[in-house]
């Protein structure tokens, strides 16, 4: 019997849809055999000069047999990878694996309508992704002179790249594996292709309407009145079948009559009618969508698969989609003017962005803006966020001159990796402050379709501050902050001048000031403002600005009781000019006024941030104090320590899943463990199991006397209190003595397996631990082992990659963390050692998912370098990480 052959399995974790360069978006899949025809129909169209860079040769149509060779492949030596749009591919990459196994040669072949987008870049990113996972490390191409784009394409991919002419032809070669270089090229290229997809549904040129209506208050209604009372620069179509005219315009009965090219179109048509419309503008070339209609989360499973389907298809015909259930856009700036959304007026123009997800707490950032007169540059509402994100907003406020700080509400993140690589970034420039609940992440709010994570408490808000995002708890804290991040200079220190015309408040302003880290001076609580305007104000500004000019001072926080003769605005106005003409932030308080945002009309906007409630104040000057710190840190790079063998745990780690199927953990032997670690410069104390008290006499000569004896249960083993651990035993009669004496002690607990360890130098236990996370990706946790991370959960948390400042924090973080810098009277440890084991942890977990727990407990660092005495370390099938080396949106 002829065993048929076996059809290779589709890599469907392949498949990505990606955003073009000029913002546009596409969808990447692995070629398949079914492909042969729209191969054909690709070649067909090629301009002779096309065909002629890709082959060498002019070649009219392709044989059977060439097509049967480039779209029937294994996925693993031979492979290619197409970019489609709707019913045709625009560009080819594919790889052959040569004789030397580790070595492929690449070609692409680009539409010649669509060359200049990009897809040559993307191709190479997916295709290196797809043959590093092969066991490919290098790539090589053969390219005639004159093909200059494809030239282009390899040599700014940030791939170190030898070349050399031979035959009238241009040999490539480089390293496929992730440089420093390659990724700053990758992530720049992403940042300028998303940011210009915003910049089209923020800045369209033209908007369109489907499904407006002349009923008085439907959404449709209302966001057409609105985009028209807004005075948008641009066309405006009202798409309806029915009505003749709405809110002035000519109506027309589908999209596909509307005149002219459409850059947005509003969606808020009833629920099933949307997938008609998305393929209807799809066909007419709308370039994005904002979808309106709720109802998808309402609607269970099949909710969130029509939900997919349509994010799906827009993205197919390079559309990008705000929505579902959005509450809409709104985009100040005087050349756009833009409000599609359910905001009743134009918000104030400023300098604050604005991002949120449901229409709900889009409506209330909207009103307490608006309340505290704070100005935005613009306001996105993602609703089910089931495509645009915050991300892609932070990357376009990056670019945006008139946004200065950033504001977003969060109920669900789907890449957090990449939300702090950008927001890493983005705040070296602009303040980034972000609300969330405390279970985001735990819980997903009804139509939000991402990971939920599985790591300690506190490890999200611990990724927040490595990026420098200033975290606050509400709504109302978010604008406190925002208020003084768009209107004053960032203070370049704690130091704080206190003023007030009451002692009692300015002390309890100052006590304040003190429980939030600040520095606050002796607080100047005897200003007389009762005694008219002509003195009271000249007395107020000298003595204020005296304060703020001292070297010690970086900010003020004036909290004032009402003062007769004397307005708020004329206070405020010299509040405000001592702030602008020192250069440093002021802050006011006035305690009694109803009214939380007074500003200082008629002056440079945004004007003085105000408070009706000293605590507030402080609170918010706190954390713009603390961002400032972290901005002013030294920016130092991911630096990877020396003597690490990251190909040799790679293969390691291959050898050892294979054949591991499934979602469970196998957690590897001690010689195995010690091994993988030894690759990265982690030696670990060894010791020996034993089952006789003859092998562990055997195993203590050979590690050498004074030796610990320790049972292997995890629980018991390092209890010296439950009898778990016998320390400094001598000799083999004691040895065998203790092996006696402790398996009568445990047997309450049970009977446990022992081994026998060398005698480590005395020192401070630590616990160092790594995980890999469903939502985060690698966690790495600090703490001082036994009661205070096992009771107290006192952990310290950062997600890798880890600069050192990162790893400096990381272990100074603990409340414990004092014992490590010398503690009633005890010396203090070696901290440099500390930290390069953290370092080299941060690494191997960052480097290898495959690797699903590293555990070391206890550390137990001295004053001369440390002891890992025991180490758990667990392997698994790991999930696709939500931030790889592939430029690709999250569905």
């Not at 003023?499 to 600040?518: M, R």
């Not at 004036?558 to 002021?586: H, M, N, W, Y």
């Not at 802050?587 to 006024?593: H, L």
């Not at 500003?599 to 961002?627: H, K, Q």
């Amino acid at each position: 019997m002829v065993e048929q052959p076996v059809e290779p399995e589709y890599p469907e974790h392949w498949e990505a849809d990606v955003v073009l360069r000029d913002g546009g978006t596409a969808h990447l899949r692995p070629m398949s055999a079914a492909d042969a025809d729209a191969l054909q129909a690709f070649h067909l169209a090629q301009s002779q000069n096309s065909t002629y860079l890709r082959f060498f040769t002019y070649k009219a149509r392709l044989s059977d047999r060439e097509l049967r060779r480039f779209t029937e492949l294994d996925y693993r030596d031979r492979v290619a990878l197409v970019i489609t749009r709707p019913g045709e591919i625009i560009g080819i990459g594919r790889y052959d694996r040569l004789d030397d196994p580790t070595e492929a040669e690449v070609a692409f072949n680009i539409a010649d309508r669509h060359q200049g987008r990009g897809l040559g870049s993307i191709l190479l990113e997916h295709l290196a992704a797809a043959a590093r996972e092969n066991g490919i490390r290098r790539f090589t191409a053969e390219i005639l002179p004159e093909n200059r784009k494809m030239l282009t394409v390899f040599s700014e991919a940030g791939y170190e790249v030898h070349r050399h002419f031979d035959d009238g032809v241009i040999s490539l070669g480089f390293a496929i594996d992730p440089t420093e270089k390659s990724r700053a090229v990758m992530e720049s290229r992403e940042h300028r292709a998303e940011a210009r997809s915003v910049a089209g549904l923020l800045a369209p040129r033209s908007v369109a309407v489907i499904g407006a209506s002349r009923q008085w208050g439907s959404i449709g209604n209302q966001l057409l009145e609105h985009i028209v009372e807004g005075r948008f620069n641009g066309p405006v179509y009202a798409v309806n079948q029915e009505a003749l005219e709405l809110s002035g315009l000519m109506t027309y009965g589908s999209i596909g009559a509307v005149p002219g090219p459409v850059d947005l179109a509003i969606i808020a048509v009833p629920y099933a009618e949307v997938p008609k419309v998305v393929a209807e503008c799809g066909d007419a070339g709308v370039k994005g969508l904002l979808v309106a209609t709720a109802g998808f989360a309402d609607d269970g499973a099949r909710g969130l698969a029509r939900q997919r389907d349509l994010v799906r298809r827009a993205r197919a015909s390079g559309m990008r989609v705000v929505g579902p259930a959005s509450l809409g856009v709104a985009n100040t700036r005087p050349e756009i003017s833009l409000n599609a959304s359910m905001a009743p007026a134009m918000p104030r123009r400023g300098g604050l962005g604005l991002f949120s997800q449901s229409a709900a707490i889009g409506v209330s950032l909207y009103a307490a803006s608006s309340r505290r007169r704070v100005g935005l540059s613009s306001m996105l509402s993602a609703g089910n966020r089931a495509d645009v994100s915050g991300n892609d907003l932070m990357q376009y406020w990056e670019d945006d001159e008139q946004t200065r700080a950033c504001g977003l509400y969060l109920e669900s993140i789907g890449n957090p990796r990449k939300f702090s690589r950008i927001c890493r970034r983005l705040a070296r420039s602009k303040p980034v402050i972000v609300a969330k609940s405390d279970v985001m992440g735990l819980r997903l709010p009804p139509g939000h379709a991402v990971r939920t994570t599985a790591a300690p408490g506190g490890a999200l808000d611990a990724m927040l501050r490595q990026a420098g995002v200033i975290r606050v708890e509400t709504i109302e804290e978010l604008l406190d902050v925002a208020q003084i991040v768009d209107s004053q200079p960032l203070p370049g220190g704690p130091g704080l001048a206190v003023f007030s015309n009451s002692l009692a408040l300015g002390k309890v302003v100052a006590d304040s000031a003190v429980a939030y880290g600040l520095n606050p001076g002796p607080v100047s609580a005897d200003l007389r403002l009762d005694s008219g305007q002509s003195v009271a104000l000249p007395e107020l500004r000298r003595r204020l600005l005296g304060a703020l000019l001292q070297d010690t001072v970086h900010a003020a926080v004036v909290t004032l009781l009402p003062a007769r003769g004397l307005t708020v605005e004329a206070i405020a106005q010299v509040l405000f000019d001592c702030s602008r003409e020192s250069g440093k932030p002021v802050v006011a308080a006035f305690t009694g006024i109803l009214d939380p945002s007074i500003y200082v009309e008629g002056l440079i906007e945004p004007g003085l941030p105000c408070y009706s409630n000293p605590a507030a104040a402080v609170a918010a000057l706190a954390a713009v104090v603390r961002y400032a710190q972290w901005q002013q840190r030294e920016q130092v790079a991911f630096a990877e320590p020396a003597g690490i063998d990251t190909d040799a745990v790679a293969a390691r780690l291959d050898d050892l899943l294979h054949g591991v199927d499934g979602d469970g953990l196998v957690r590897l032997d001690q010689p195995t463990a010690a091994e993988l670690l030894a690759h990265y410069g982690i030696t670990v104390l060894e010791s020996v199991p034993f089952s006789t008290a003859d092998e562990a006499v055997a195993g203590a000569d050979r590690l050498g006397w004074p030796v610990a004896l320790k049972t292997m249960d995890a629980t018991l083993r390092h209890r010296l209190d439950l009898g778990g651990v016998r320390l400094n035993i001598e000799d083999a009669a004691s040895l065998r003595r203790n092996i006696s004496q402790m398996t009568k002690v445990l047997e309450p607990f049970g009977r446990f397996a022992m081994e026998v360890q060398s005698m480590a130098a005395v020192g401070q236990s630590c616990t160092l631990r790594a995980i890999e996370d469903p939502l985060l990706g690698p966690v790495v946790s600090f703490g001082l082992a036994g009661d205070a991370v096992n009771l107290l959960g006192d952990w310290a948390h950062r997600i890798p990659p880890l600069t050192s400042a990162d790893v400096a924090d990381l272990v100074r973080s603990p409340q414990a963390a004092r014992k490590l810098f010398g503690y009633e009277g005890l010396p203090a440890v070696d901290i440099a050692a500390l930290e390069d084991l953290a370092a080299r942890l941060a690494v191997l977990k960052d480097e290898h998912p495959e690797i699903a727990l590293v555990e070391f407990s206890p550390v137990l660092v001295g004053r001369d370098g440390f002891r890992i005495l025991a180490a758990d370390v667990r392997i698994g099938n790991p999930a696709q990480r939500t931030d790889s080396a592939r430029r690709a949106m999250i569905s």
